[in-house]
């Protein structure tokens, strides 16, 4: 067997609330809920398994997801119509805007505990940089 990338627990305030933001957003389906964790599995078939802790116990993380254009679209228009704030970078000094990174497009916002979620349509370093 190869070696694949299968499950993490993301940390969250509210395990539910945090699984249902990101796959309302992704436009995935919320997993049943099997101990402490409640799952989120992606289209490749990793898993995130959500998991309540105290607030001050929580570290930000950051999770990408590569994604097809249409998913994007529909994930942006989402982001829009919740009033969730997006930017274009990681540092979040580009509020409003999306990247062209990679010949495709990305967009950073962050899910209810803090954890910084990036959206991709291109893999990095798939597609040279302006000037190569």
């Known amino acids: 067997m190869s070696v694949q990338f299968n499950h993490t627990i993301v940390h969250a305030r509210d395990s539910r609330e945090s699984a249902e933001f990101l796959a309302g957003i992704l436009g ?3 997993g049943t809920a099997w ?3 409640v799952p989120v599995t992606t289209d490749n078939g990793v898993t995130l398994d959500f998991a309540a802790i105290p607030a001050e116990s929580i570290v930000l ?3 990408a997801f590569l994604v097809a254009d249409e998913v994007f679209d529909a994930a942006l228009a989402r982001l829009v119509a919740d009033g969730v704030g997006y930017f274009a970078d990681p540092g979040m000094k580009q509020p409003g805007e999306i990247n062209h ?3 495709g497009r990305g967009v950073y ?3 209810p505990a803090g954890h910084g979620m990036e ?3 291109r893999p990095y370093g798939s597609h040279p940089a302006p000037g190569e």
């Open 101 to 103: 990174h990679h010949g």
């Open 119 to 121: 959206l991709i349509t």
């Open 35 to 37: 101990g402490p964790f």
């Open 109 to 111: 916002f962050l899910d």
């Open 28 to 30: 995935l389906e919320v």
């Open 61 to 63: 993380q950051h999770y």
